[in-house]
């Protein structure tokens, strides 16, 4: 079965700091690659994600960086707060295939 | 728009017991699916459908069965309940027929098995 390994497992920082989150994915037929925020509770919703054909994205404090060769994409979380105190999960997605990490606790300490 | 609901939020199953958790969209979303979700497993896909009438197998189906008779409606059920099948499911429907794009989520169905 097609994995995808997302490190680190939990993740403890400091409000203001940088938060980064990595994954990395076995072959080639995917041609989406998002991340999802999971509190407490709620389902998973849409972070950001990024289409193969750039190496990054960046939307407010969230950046992904993608490489293509390597076949890894991280999230980081820039200026982190503690509301962004959650569960992330990245994915990769192709024709019929949505495969999902296994998840990063944040913690954002005041 | 109340996006994808499920119903119910919690339930407690003894071993050998059947039931069906419900999921219903309002986004005329062609693309459904059921995940699990499991502590330290991430999100697994367990059936999806990309329209009424078809529907296929994910990657742990066994145990599971799901119809869809509508656009809009997609029950996942449990035909005798095993203590495995403990977890957290989640709903979720995406507009891209093919899966490939962002999805979205019910809050999820909480199942314990006794």
């Known amino acids: 079965q097609q994995q995808v390994k997302q490190s680190p497992q939990s993740l403890i920082v400091q409000k203001g700091g940088i938060s980064i989150i990595n994954c990395a994915y076995e072959?080639?037929?995917?041609?989406?690659f998002p991340w999802y925020q999971q509190f407490p509770g709620k389902g998973p919703a849409l972070l950001i994600a990024i289409r193969p054909d750039v190496s990054e994205k960046k939307e407010g404090r969230f950046t992904i960086s993608f490489n293509k060769s390597a076949k890894q994409f991280s999230l980081h979380i820039m200026d982190s707060q503690p509301g962004d105190s959650a569960t992330y999960f990245c994915a990769v997605s192709g024709t019929y295939k949505y495969i999902f990490g296994t998840g990063t606790r944040l913690k954002v300490l005041a | 728009n109340a996006g994808v609901t499920q119903t119910p939020k919690f339930q407690v199953l003894k071993t050998g017991q059947s039931m069906t958790l419900q999921c219903a969209q309002d986004?005329?979303?062609?693309?459904m699916s059921w995940y699990r979700q499991d502590p330290g497993m991430g999100l697994r896909l367990i059936h999806y459908?990309?329209?009424?009438?078809?529907?296929d197998q994910g990657e742990v189906p066994n145990g599971y069965n799901v119809s869809r008779s509508t656009t809009e409606d997609f029950p996942l059920r449990l035909l005798s309940a095993a203590p495995s099948q403990t977890s957290v499911y989640f709903c979720a429907s995406s507009p891209i027929r093919d899966g490939t794009g962002e999805l979205f989520f019910g809050e999820g169905s909480r199942l314990t098995v006794l």
């Open positions: 072959n080639t037929a995917f041609d989406y």
């Open positions: 986004m005329n979303h062609e693309y």
């Open positions: 459908s990309v329209g009424a009438g078809i529907t």
